[in-house]
C-alpha cells in the first residue's frame, strides 16, 4: 500500500509509526504489529500506533528516528506493508534454556536487531539469557562477526590505527579525551568512537556532547579524522554494528552488561573503524565493575578474541576502587579535561591518562619500551594535547566562545559534608554512579557530582565532601534519598 | 505543570503522553522518561513522546490506554510531572543473580509493574530471570498475594463459587465455554475469568470476544453473574492482579509462561474473583506444555499453593499429546463449540468437556463420586448447556442473529494434502499452534487451522488433513512456510 509521509516532528525514541484506522484494516495489521516502510532509500520496520485524528486516510506520520534512517521528505510516498515474521523467537528460547547457538543462529538474531525486526523486548531476552547463560567463545566470535558484517565500515588508509577502551564501571575516569589529544597530537590516526553510558553516570560520547557535535555520518567523519587524525565521536548513529547500539540501549535500562555483549560490542566496533591496534583499560577493585580475577580472566579474554581477528592487542590492569578526577557527569568531567588539558590536576586523572597514552606509544612502536609515559608528558605540557583537542573540538562543529556559559553549573545543588573527621578509606563507585545517574546525568548535561574529597585524604567535621547539581529538583531529591540510604563514603 | 489533554483518538497499545518540545523542557524530561499524569480520578505513569506539532504548548496528547484508566474527558486539566525513579533496579538484577527475593522486594517490584512505573523492557527482565532461576515457595507465595492484593476483588456473596483453569498448551482444547455453561446450568457460580493467548493460538478471551464483548468492568461482571450465574470474560481490565497482565503481555512475546508466574497468574486471578472450588486441567505428553513428570510435579504444587490460600482445589491430568477439537484460532473454535452445545461432535471436545464438568460436579457435592459425569451428559444432551451459553452471550452484549456472518471463513486459505496413505501417529500441537500464530490468530480472529484428521485416523494419499485460514496473504504465506519447514503431521 502505498501512502504519502506527512512530517510531525515527532521523537518517540524508536521507529514508529501510525496509520489511519482505515489503512491498517485495509492491510490487517493491529497496534503494535511491526510493518516495513519502504522508500526509494531503503527500507525500516517500525512498530505500528493508530489513530484517525493524528493522520488522515492515505497518509502516514512516522516518527524522528524513521525519518532520519529513510532521509524522508515532507510528502514522499513510501509502501507499507506488515512485516515478515522474524522468526527467532525459537533461538531466543533456546538460549534461554541455556543452550548454545549455532553461526546461523546468532547471525538471524543479530540481523532482525539490525534491521528492527525485534522489539526491545525480545532483546531484553537475548540479554538475560547471555547474562545468565554465557556464550562459549564461538559464540563471542559469531557474535562479534555478525554484528560487525550486519554494519558501516570506515574507510581510512593508514597503515597503523590505533584505538582505546575502558570498560568502564569507574566514575569520572574521563581519560579518553585526553589519550586522543596527546596522541593525535604526536600524529596517531585515533578514530575513537563511543558508545553513551551503560551503567555509569556518562559516556566519553556523553561528556563531549556538551561541547561539540558528536552525531556524525561515516563520511563527516571521514573528513574529521583526515583533518584533526581523530575525533571523539558518537558510534551510535555511524552504523558500525548497528545492533549493538540497540543492544546498548536496552542493556542501559537494567544497568547490566553481560561479559560476552562487552567483548563482541568493542571488538566488532574496532573492526568496523579500522583499528589494528588497540589499548584495553580495565579498572578493578572494591567497587569497579570487575574484581582482580575478574579483570585478568577478561584480559585473556580480549587477547583470544582479538587474534582471531588479527588485531594488536595490549590489556592494561588498573584501580577502579575510586572515581577518577573531581567531576561525575557531562559537564562536571569537562572541567577536570580542561582544567588537564592546561596543566594542572585533578592528578589521578592527569597520571592515567599519562600512563595509558604512554602504553599507546610504546604498542605502536612511536615510543621505546619505558619512554612512552615520557612522550605523553611532554605532549601534555606543552600545550600540543590542548591545542589537538580544540581543534578537534571545531572540527566537530563546536564553538569553544561560549564555553564558560556551556559549562555553567545545574540550576539546583546540595552539598553534604562530613559527619566526623577521619580519613577517606573507601569510596563506592558503583553508587556515585547511581546518585549521578538519578540526578539525571547523563541526559541532564549539567547534572552530576563534584567530589570534594578522594581515598586517602584527611577531613575534618563539616567539611564538604560531594556536591549532586541537577537541572530537576524532583531529580535532585531522587538522588538525595538514595545518597541518605546508602553508605558511599567511608571515613 | 497543568496542561490541557487532547483527543487524539490514538492506540499505541501502552500509555504513552506526547508533549510539546517547550513543556518537555521546562519540567526537564526528555523522550522515554515517565512521567505522572494525575487526574481527578487518580494518576498514572506513561512514557513520554515528544512533538511540536502534534501537540501545542499547553495541551497533552494521551494514548487512548490513558484516556480510558482515567476515564478522561477532552480538554480536560491534569497535572503532569517526572515520575519518581521506582528503585526497583536492584532487585531485578537481584534475581537476574538467582538470589532469593524477600516479601518486601516482590512487593515492590509488583506494585512498581501494577501502577505502570516498569517499562515492558524491565518486566521482560524479570520474567526470565524467573524463567532461568525459577523461585521458592516462599517467593511464589509473595508474588501470588501482590498480584492479588494491588488489584480488584470481585464482590459475590454465594458460598461455593467454582472455577476451573486449564494449563493450556493444547490447540483447539476449547472446553472452558461448554464447562461453564453445563455448571452454570446447574446452578453454580462460576465467574469465569480469562486471560488472552499467551502461548497457543487463542485463549478462551479471544475465543469468546468472537461473538460478543469480553471486556467488562467489575460492576458490570457481577450484574452479568448475578443474572446467569456465570460469565466467559476477560480479566485484563477488571483490574483483577493488574501487575499478571502486564506480565503476560510481555510473556506473549518471546512464548515464554514459567512456573512461578502460570501458578502465582492463576491463584491470583482465581482470589481475586472469590473462588473457592478449582478444577486445573493439565494436559501432559509429548506436544504438550508439560511431560507427565512435570504434570505431577505441578499438581503437587498447586496443591501446595491452595491450601496455603485455603482454596479446595482438584487436579486432573489429561493428555496432551494432540489437539482437541478440529478448529484451531477463534472463529474456528466457535463453530466446535457451538456443534458440540447442539449435541454434536467433535467427540474429543464434547468428551473432555463431560468429564471436567462431571469433576466439578462432585468436587463441589452437586453429584456423588463417580456421578459427575452422568449429570453433565444430560444436562448437555437435554439443550440445558446451550440455552445458558446463548444467555451468557446475550447478557455478554452479544448477538446471536448475525451468527453465520460472524462465523464465517477467512478471506484466504490454503489446504494441505497427505503424501501417502497411512495412520497418523502424532500432531505437533506446539507447532500446530505456532502455525495458527504466524496465520494470525489470536488477533484476527478468522485465522488459524481446521485439523482434518486426528492421532489414530487413517487416511489416504491425497485427502485434505489441515486447511490454513488468514485475512492476510502475507501471513497466510508466514504460516505455509513455517508449515513447509517443519514435521507437524507424522504418519
Excluded at 19 to 28: F, Q, T, V, Y
Excluded at 54 to 60: H, R, S, T
Excluded at 413 to 432: P, T, V
Excluded at 476 to 486: C, G, R, S
Aim: charge should be positive.
Amino acid at each position: 500500500m502505498k501512502l504519502k509521509i506527512k512530517f510531525s516532528e515527532w521523537s518517540a525514541g524508536r521507529p514508529i509509526s501510525i496509520l489511519s484506522e482505515a489503512d491498517s484494516k485495509k492491510i490487517g495489521a493491529h497496534v503494535n504489529d511491526r510493518i516495513v516502510i519502504q522508500s526509494k532509500t531503503g527500507s525500516i520496520i517500525s512498530t505500528l500506533d493508530i489513530s484517525s485524528k493524528l493522520v488522515k486516510k492515505g497518509q502516514i506520520v512516522v516518527s524522528k528516528e524513521v525519518i532520519k534512517y529513510l532521509a524522508l521528505k515532507n510528502g514522499e510516498k513510501v509502501n507499507i506493508e506488515i512485516a515478515k515474521d522474524p522468526r527467532v523467537t525459537e533461538f531466543l528460547t533456546k538460549k534461554l534454556q541455556c543452550k548454545e547457538l549455532s553461526k546461523n543462529e546468532i547471525y538471524k538474531i543479530i540481523a532482525a536487531i539490525s534491521n528492527n525486526s525485534l522489539t526491545e523486548i525480545e532483546i531484553a531476552f537475548f540479554i538475560s539469557a547471555i547474562y545468565q547463560c554465557g556464550m562459549t567463545f564461538n559464540e563471542i566470535v559469531y557474535l562479534t562477526e555478525s554484528m560487525f558484517e550486519t554494519g558501516n565500515k570506515l574507510n581510512l588508509k593508514n597503515k597503523i590505527i590505533v584505538d582505546k577502551h575502558s570498560i568502564g564501571g569507574v566514575a569520572g575516569n574521563r581519560t579518553t579525551p585526553l589519550i586522543v589529544a596527546i596522541c593525535a597530537a604526536q600524529n596517531l590516526v585515533f578514530p575513537k568512537t563511543s558508545s553513551r553510558a551503560i551503567t555509569s553516570a556518562s559516556g566519553t560520547a556523553d561528556t563531549i556532547e556538551a561541547v561539540c557535535k558528536v552525531d556524525f555520518n561515516k563520511k563527516e567523519l571521514e573528513k574529521i579524522i583526515r583533518k584533526t587524525n581523530a575525533c571523539l565521536a558518537w558510534g551510535g548513529n555511524l552504523g558500525f554494528a548497528p545492533a549493538d547500539d540497540k543492544i546498548i540501549k536496552v542493556e542501559k535500562i537494567i544497568q547490566i552488561d553481560p561479559e560476552p555483549n562487552l567483548l563482541a560490542s568493542i571488538m566488532a566496533k574496532k573492526l568496523a573503524a579500522g583499528s589494528n591496534h588497540v589499548l584495553i583499560d580495565i579498572p578493578y577493585g572494591d567497587f569497579a565493575k570487575v574484581s582482580y580475577k575478574g579483570a585478568i580472566h577478561l584480559k585473556k579474554q580480549f587477547e583470544k578474541i582479538a587474534k582471531r581477528f588479527k588485531i594488536k592487542i595490549r590489556c592494561v590492569l588498573t584501580p577502579g576502587n575510586q572515581p577518577i578526577g573531581n567531576g561525575v557527569g557531562p559537564v562536571l568531567e569537562l572541567h577536570d579535561i580542561f582544567s588537564v588539558l592546561q596543566g594542572n590536576g585533578p592528578y589521578d586523572l592527569r597520571e592515567k591518562a599519562i600512563f595509558l597514552a604512554g602504553e599507546i606509544f610504546e604498542l605502536t612502536g612511536k615510543s621505546k619500551k619505558g619512554q612512552g609515559k615520557k612522550l605523553a608528558q611532554e605532549t601534555l605540557d606543552s600545550g600540543k594535547a590542548l591545542e589537538k583537542f580544540k581543534e578537534i573540538i571545531l572540527a566537530q562543529s563546536g564553538n569553544l566562545e561560549n564555553l564558560s556559559k556551556k559549562l555553567a553549573h545545574a540550576k539546583f545543588h546540595y552539598s553534604y559534608l562530613a559527619k566526623k573527621s577521619g580519613s577517606i578509606k573507601k569510596i563506592d563507585n558503583k553508587k556515585i554512579n547511581m546518585v549521578a545517574r538519578l540526578a539525571g546525568s547523563p541526559r541532564d548535561t549539567k547534572a552530576g557530582l563534584f567530589i570534594h574529597h578522594h581515598v586517602g585524604n584527611k577531613i575534618k567535621k563539616g567539611e564538604k565532601i560531594l556536591t549532586i547539581y541537577s537541572s530537576s529538583k524532583r531529580r535532585l531529591q531522587d538522588a538525595k534519598i538514595f545518597y541518605n540510604e546508602h553508605k558511599i563514603f567511608f571515613i
